[in-house]
């Protein structure tokens, strides 16, 4: 297994500035530290902002507090994210007019702007919320990931645009690698999540919920039933009764069935060099942290065929929509 060199912590979330003198780059980089802590954006939502309960500060600086060790593993620089980091948006005070301002869409429930070195949760939350807190627990620590990921900026008649989020690359009409990011990113959050979201107070009980719900299971299964059930809840029924209901984990689940073939692939093909699949996925992980795309086309050409990367990038990317925004 390759080695994997952790570096010390980010003081801001872009790292590269492309199109512009070294010299530029030095301003424009210093810009962001500078910034970081008083994001444009945090100040003209503040007034539809959810105030943050107790638990969700608590659920954040905890994130925060375990983020430095897990990215040790692969590599990564943390980088400090602060309750004021994360903005809530109250749906109710949230109008169409608002919502096409700000390009929020429906469906997502969470966008990070790297430009704006901000996380923006959006509703509608999850079914049972607050109840259930492991479904927003688990959005938080997707985007805080994607916050902790190599990110760049490209220079544009003298804009500043989203270039590369982790491995996923803006062009004028795609998002190259979106999706294997976003597995790739997801992946990492499910590990987070199992390793760290019991010592987290506020998400002990419903972690202990879905451990009998996972104990349940024939032995041989408990490992597929961990990576399908996301949280636990009770429903009340049309009759008054309550019943126990199981929430899969479905974010992107296509595309992490997707990278799970390209792992267990090129693992199958290095089984020396590789001892799992999960000694592949810290490579890729870590590529996603510095950016390094070329060390995952390699290992993609070398162990799925010549033209295989150029394969894998069509299946994993997607028609661009609006820049600077990750879900």
């Known amino acids: 297994m390759r080695n994997i060199e952790s570096k010390p ?30 994001p444009d954006l945090a100040q003209k939502l503040h007034i539809i902002e959810k105030e943050k309960t107790p638990e969700e500060i608590e659920i954040i600086e905890s994130i925060n507090a375990h983020m430095g060790e897990f990215l040790k593993e692969y590599g990564g620089q943390p980088i400090k994210i602060t309750p004021e980091k994360i903005i809530f948006l109250d749906e109710n005070k949230l109008t169409n007019e608002l919502l ?29 919320y607050p109840k259930v807190k492991l479904d927003i627990a688990r959005i938080l620590v997707h985007e805080a990931l994607h916050f902790n990921s190599f990110a760049s900026v490209s220079r544009q008649k003298g804009k500043l645009e989203s270039r590369q989020m982790g491995i996923a690359i803006e062009f004028p009409k795609q998002r190259f690698l979106e999706d294997l990011n976003e597995a790739i990113i997801e992946k990492m959050a499910m590990k987070f999540a199992e390793r760290y979201f019991s010592q987290i107070s506020p998400l002990e009980k ?43 984990h479905t974010i992107y689940e296509k595309e992490r069935m997707g990278l799970k073939y390209i ?35 390699r290992l993609i050409e070398q162990n799925l065929g010549k033209g295989s990367f150029k394969k894998v990038a069509q299946v994993f990317s997607k028609p661009h929509i609006k820049p600077s925004e990750t879900q």
């Not at 390009?103 to 939350?125: E, M, N």
């Not at 699949?277 to 996603?288: L, M, N, Y």
Request: net charge negative; no cysteine; aromatic share 8%.
């Open 206 to 248: 419903d972690m202990r919920k879905r451990e009998q719900a996972i104990n349940e299971f024939p032995e041989d299964m408990q490992e597929n039933a961990r990576e399908i059930i996301s949280s636990i809840f009770t429903k009340q029924l049309p009759s008054g009764e309550y019943k126990i209901m199981i929430k899969a």
């Open 263 to 297: 792992l267990d692939t090129i693992h199958s093909k290095n089984p020396t060099e590789f001892s799992s699949p999960e000694d592949v996925f810290k490579i890729f992980a870590s590529a996603t942290l510095s950016g390094d795309l070329p060390s995952i086309a």
């Open 9 to 38: 912590g980010r003081e801001s979330v872009i790292s590269k500035v492309l199109g512009a003198t070294p010299e530029e780059e030095q301003e424009i980089l210093e810009k962001f530290r500078n910034d970081f802590e008083h």
């Open 100 to 128: 096409e301002k700000y390009s929020f869409g429906k469906d997502p429930t969470a966008i990070t702007y790297p430009i704006k070195q901000l996380i923006v949760v959006i509703p509608p939350y999850p079914e049972n």
